[in-house]
């Protein structure tokens, strides 16, 4: 469980009312990674979504690097949600603090508070507008 004070300091989290934050604060965990961890592999089934509370991560697709993650940037929810693998790989550029909220606790958030899956929704569209629709 992660305290829901440390959920409003990220954008992701901050514009949900607190009884919202604290039933997410409930299933969520907080990892620890080292500089250079591969944090999810493009092709590899998606069981998870993040969010970054600290340290800097790099996006790369088809071997491309395509873009830089820091503080308050989520990744994971388009396999979470649309493709069922992943769709890039996330490695670490530096120690790193995430938030995250494994598959079976996300879909228990996400029936509780349908907000939340809309909210990523609305990201799956950003990325990947027409496999989204």
């Given amino acids: 469980m992660v305290s829901p004070d440390?959920?409003?300091?990220?954008?992701?989290?901050n514009g949900f009312p607190e009884a919202e934050r604290a039933t997410?604060?409930?299933?969520?965990e907080e990892v620890d990674v080292p500089s250079g961890a591969t944090l999810v592999a493009e092709g590899e089934y998606a069981y998870q979504f993040f969010?970054?509370?600290?340290g800097q991560a790099e996006v790369s697709a088809n071997g491309e690097r395509i873009a830089e993650?820091?503080?308050g940037d989520f990744f994971g929810e388009?396999?979470?949600?649309l493709t069922g693998v992943?769709?890039?790989?996330v490695k670490a550029m530096s120690p790193m603090t995430l938030i995250t909220l494994f598959q079976q606790n996300f879909r228990i958030c996400e029936?509780?508070?349908?907000?939340?899956?809309?909210r990523l929704r609305t990201a799956v569209a950003d990325r990947f507008p027409?496999?989204?629709r």
């Avoid at 440390?6 to 989290?13: I, K, S, W």
């Avoid at 997410?24 to 969520?28: G, K, L």
């Fill in 6 to 13: 440390r959920l409003v300091a990220l954008d992701f989290f």
């Fill in 24 to 28: 997410i604060a409930e299933y969520a």
């Fill in 51 to 54: 969010v970054i509370e600290h």
């Fill in 69 to 71: 993650l820091g503080p």
């Fill in 78 to 81: 388009v396999g979470l949600m």
């Fill in 86 to 89: 992943r769709t890039a790989t």
């Fill in 111 to 118: 029936q509780t508070y349908p907000e939340i899956a809309d």
């Fill in 130 to 132: 027409i496999r989204a």
